[in-house]
């Protein structure tokens, strides 16, 4: 007796990808909608503050272009120590951080945990 062919299933690492690329676009959004925040609150927005927040976005944004590369996942992480660096800005922004740094822990897991079941 033969074992029925199995049908094709959907690629898990297309969907990765993509979760990984909302995952990022997301975090920038959260990144610019500190700015009014710290503007507030956070001791006034200097030049440098405004560079930070900006520019970390910009490349938050530029990310979310590459996470079909198999070293993505590394650079994501690696982007959150810079944003862990956002409690020299205000202590909100390093909270984003906190906040940011669990979720690409969390999707870091889930990567390894399909590449195990895959085999």
Do not use: C
């Not at 390093?94 to 669990?102: A, D, E, K």
């Not at 969390?106 to 590449?115: M, W």
């Amino acid at each position: 007796m033969t074992e029925p062919e199995r049908a094709p299933g959907a690629d898990p690492w297309k969907s990765f990808g993509a979760v990984m690329a909302a995952t990022l676009i997301l975090e920038a959004i959260v990144v610019l909608l500190a700015i009014p925040v710290v503007g507030a609150v956070g001791g006034g927005l200097t030049g440098a503050k405004l560079a930070y927040l900006i520019g970390l976005a910009a490349v938050l944004i530029l990310l979310a272009g590459l996470q079909r590369r198999p070293w993505a996942i590394w650079v994501n992480l690696g982007v959150q120590v810079v944003l862990l660096a956002g409690f020299a800005v205000y202590p909100g922004v390093g909270f984003i951080g906190v906040l940011f740094t669990g979720v690409w822990a969390l999707i870091a897991h889930f990567r390894a945990e399909v590449r195990r079941r895959q085999g």
